[in-house]
Nanobody, 125 residues
Framework: QVQLVESGGGLVQAGDSLRLSCAAS????????MGWFRQAPGKEREFVAS????????YYADSVKGRFTISRDNAKNTVYLHMNSLKPEDTAVYYC??????????????????WGQGTQVTVSS
């Protein structure tokens, strides 16, 4: 069992930056692929970014590519989402998720077995 706790959300202005953190419990974090998803009001949860167990492979949604960076520190059992040049359309609840298997469909919510409770990011124009 893995528990995930997100932090770092808040209210910012367009163009600002934020760094989200996701702290994981458990000794096997370093073997898990990790992902970030987001869900805006009235919309479905969507893929944002993912990272493989070593940090050597990262994937991004087109909407955030070039602005967001996912990273991980396995020694700290933490995955990060660095968000730059934030836009109002980035407003959502952001969730981190863990995939113990490393499934190929990293962009789908179904590939992840464990989820955090989410952290709100609000970007004002």
């Amino acid at each position: 069992q893995v528990q995930l706790v997100e932090s770092g959300g808040g209210l910012v202005q367009a163009g600002d930056s934020l760094r989200l953190s996701c702290a994981a419990s458990g000794r096997t974090f370093s073997s898990y692929a990790m992902g970030w998803f987001r869900q805006a009001p009235g919309k479905e949860r969507e893929f944002v970014a993912s990272i493989n167990w070593s940090g050597g492979r990262t994937y991004y949604a087109d909407s955030v590519k070039g602005r967001f960076t996912i990273s991980r520190d396995n020694a700290k059992n933490t995955v990060y989402l660095h968000m730059n040049s934030l836009k109002p359309e980035d407003t959502a609840v952001y969730y981190c998720a863990a995939d113990p298997v490393g499934r190929s469909r990293y962009y789908t919510a179904g590939a992840y077995d464990y989820w955090g409770q989410g952290t709100q990011v609000t970007v004002s124009s």
